[in-house]
Nanobody, 127 residues
Framework: VQLQASGGGLVQPGGSLRLSCEAS????????IAWFRQAPGKEREGVSA????????YYADSVKGRFTISRDNSKNSAYLQMNSLKPEDTAVYYC?????????????????????WGQGTQVTVSS
């Protein structure tokens, strides 16, 4: 099982990036998917999640209205569209997945909810 995160890079404040998470070895359509991020010296925090059952989405307060999570089960992939980026969004971003029947949406932001993790992609927001 592998999750491959990509799409990170250097962007100016106010800019946009789209992260991708491609899965292999599992059928992503029956998994809840989340994005986490970890800035230097800080704990890994939940950014957003999307349900496998009904497509419900969840966001951290710090990214609401700026980030959009989506999935394309036909491509076994998920995405995080990030707009109006701020310097405080700078971090390594990770995608994670958990079997839908085991996922507790009420604590979607907890690292322990996810068994599968990608390797991370660096996002740097700086002028």
């Amino acid at each position: 099982v592998q999750l491959q995160a990509s799409g990170g890079g250097l962007v100016q404040p106010g800019g946009s990036l789209r992260l991708s998470c491609e899965a292999s070895g599992l059928t992503l359509g029956v998994y809840a998917i989340a994005w986490f991020r970890q800035a230097p010296g800080k704990e890994r925090e939940g950014v957003s999640a999307i349900s496998d059952v009904d497509g419900s989405t969840y966001y951290a307060d710090s990214v609401k209205g700026r980030f959009t999570i989506s999935r394309d089960n036909s491509k076994n992939s998920a995405y995080l569209q990030m707009n109006s980026l701020k310097p405080e969004d700078t971090a390594v971003y990770y995608c994670a997945a958990e079997a839908g029947y085991m996922w507790n949406r009420n604590i979607w932001y907890e690292k322990a909810e996810y068994d599968y993790w990608g390797q991370g992609t660096q996002v740097t927001v700086s002028s």
